[in-house]
């Protein structure tokens, strides 16, 4: 057996006494229980820091956009009243030259004169020995 009558232990039941031991325990208990909290509730604090500044850093990298923004929605006529035409589009795509046939798709539609282009249809037709062809179908609409 391990013998418990080492000097410091014979020092320790001389010198302090078990009510003494155990408010020094609760006091180590809640010592340690406080250190725990306060180092969680630091980890936290933190995160939230960090977080603050990666928004306050993205709000002004967008900052100068919404500005833009606001600048034109006020040149925007509000009162203004719109009609709307529509038209039915029917087009035929020669793929072979595939720069022609962009500049052919961007001109169905322009957002600057608010013309726009609903496609309703497309299909594509390649055969052997032949050029593939695009058939759009689709409506194009005009806002006056």
């Known amino acids: ?8 232990i014979n020092y320790l ?12 325990l609760i006091s180590v208990l809640i010592f340690t229980l406080s250190l725990w909290f306060s180092l969680r509730e630091l980890k936290l604090y933190l995160g939230l820091i960090k977080s603050k500044h990666a928004v306050e850093e993205s709000y002004y990298r ?5 500005v833009r923004l606001r600048e034109s929605l006020k040149k925007i006529d509000w009162q203004r009243s719109f009609s709307k035409e529509i038209i039915a589009v029917k087009a035929v795509v020669d793929l072979t030259n595939l720069n022609k046939a962009i500049r052919e798709l961007q001109t169905i539609t322009n957002p600057r004169e608010d013309v726009f282009f609903v496609l309703k249809e497309m299909t ?3 055969e052997k020995d032949k050029r593939p062809i695009l058939h759009i ?5 005009f806002y006056r």
Request: proline share 6%; net charge positive; hydrophobic share 35%.
């Open 137 to 141: 179908t689709g409506d194009k609409i």
């Open 124 to 126: 594509i037709k390649v």
């Open 1 to 8: 057996m391990i013998s418990t009558s080492t000097p410091i």
């Open 13 to 24: 039941r001389d010198t302090v006494n078990k009510r003494e031991f155990y408010v020094w």
């Open 62 to 66: 967008v900052q100068p956009e919404v």
